[in-house]
T-cell receptor, first 109, second 116 residues
């Protein structure tokens, strides 16, 4: 069964405390893995797309990596404004998107 | 970058009435748009794929007659929740992909529907 699993469900960090979020997937015909940020009451905001194992992308304090089974979103020296829910989605066959349940990140000053 | 506009951002309606939600791609054409539903503290669940000029494709368990989708142009898709009931209260989000611009799937800002 195609599915995407994110962990942890929630993560509390102190400002400046680096960590990683995990997204593991079992989706046939991977056509891309996407990371989004979602703030309460808003739609997801696009962060990264990764297409093949070994690929990495960076944006400010965020870095996304991809292997054949999982992706990591590394957050370096986070700030309170990085607090949000981070969603992972995998695009499989027939252009179907599979979303993980998200990791709610709370960065305390 | 690609922008998807969704309207309204929130709506309250009475049970039994219908509500229309609009999704527009502002700076690109989208032959395909997607409609999602999100319950509190849960992830997005795909409801249907909207295809310009043809019938929408609904996911298993989604009632076609209740959630009417119309994709009349390359920049506009609408979702109408017919005969709404309190259990239809949710956060509805649309999405589209700007293929020409090379962007990932872009999401609208969502519509919070409350049925009273």
């Amino acid at each position: 069964e195609d599915q995407v699993t994110q962990s942890p469900e929630a993560l509390r960090l102190q400002e400046g405390e680096s960590s990683s979020l995990n997204c593991s997937y079992t989706v046939s015909g991977l056509r891309g893995l996407f990371w989004y940020r979602q703030d309460p009451g808003k739609g997801p905001e696009f962060l990264f797309t990764l297409y093949s194992a070994g690929e990495e992308k960076e944006k400010e304090r965020l870095k996304a990596t991809l292997t054949k089974k999982e992706s990591f979103l590394h957050i370096t020296a986070p700030k309170p404004e990085d607090s949000a829910t981070y969603l992972c989605a995998v695009l499989g066959n027939f252009n179907k998107f599979y979303f993980g349940s998200g990791t709610k990140l709370n960065v305390k000053p | 970058g690609a922008v998807v506009s969704q309207h309204p951002s929130w709506v309250i309606c009475k049970s039994g009435t219908s509500v229309k939600i609009e999704c527009r791609s502002l700076d690109f054409q989208a032959t395909t748009m997607f409609w999602y539903r999100q319950f509190p503290k849960q992830s997005l669940m795909l409801m249907a794929t909207s295809n310009e000029g043809s019938k929408a494709t609904y996911e298993q368990g989604v009632e076609k007659d209740k959630f009417l989708i119309n994709h009349a142009s390359l920049t506009l898709s609408t979702l109408t929740v017919t005969s709404a009931h309190p259990e239809d209260s949710s956060f509805y989000i649309c999405s589209a992909r700007d293929l020409a611009g090379g962007y990932g799937y872009t999401f609208g800002s969502g519509t919070r529907l409350t049925v009273v």
